[in-house]
Nanobody, 126 residues
Framework: QLQIVESGGGLVQPGGSLTLSCRLS???????VGWFRRVSGKEREGVSR????????WYANFARDRYAIWRDTGANTVTLRMNNLENDDTGVYYC????????????????????WGQGTQVTVSS
């Protein structure tokens, strides 16, 4: 049973940055890994995704110019760097994973992921 732990959330002022970490209990190259978030009572939405083994990444439109995702295979972690944070970025950020590769044009939806972390709170406020 894969275990996922997120960390790095906290309180930051508008325009600031946060770095979130997702640690897997198994070899991270075997899994597609995605970041999702829930904001303002809305449904959970995709933020970013990195493919199993491959370097191809995807970003939601709101994240493309401000966020970056990368993988540390030795530490079995995926990092999400969030820059120029805005008030409406406030929410709970979740790391999700599923075994194997979903393809270059997939892995954007929560229904595609089997394993989930508990989430980490991000609050952007002045």
């Amino acid at each position: 049973q894969l275990q996922i732990v997120e960390s790095g959330g906290g309180l930051v002022q508008p325009g600031g940055s946060l770095t979130l970490s997702c640690r897997l209990s198994e070899k991270i190259l075997d899994y597609t890994v995605g970041w999702f978030r829930r904001v303002s009572g809305k449904e959970r939405e995709g933020v970013s995704r990195i493919r199993a083994k491959y370097s191809n990444v995807w970003y939601a439109n709101f994240a493309r110019d401000r966020y970056a995702i990368w993988r540390d295979t030795g530490a079995n972690t995926v990092t999400l760097r969030m820059n120029n944070l805005e008030n409406d970025d406030t929410g709970v950020y979740y790391c999700a994973a599923t075994l194997g590769d979903l393809g270059e044009y997939s892995g954007y939806h929560e229904s595609q992921y089997k394993y989930w972390g508990q989430g980490t709170q991000v609050t952007v406020s002045s």
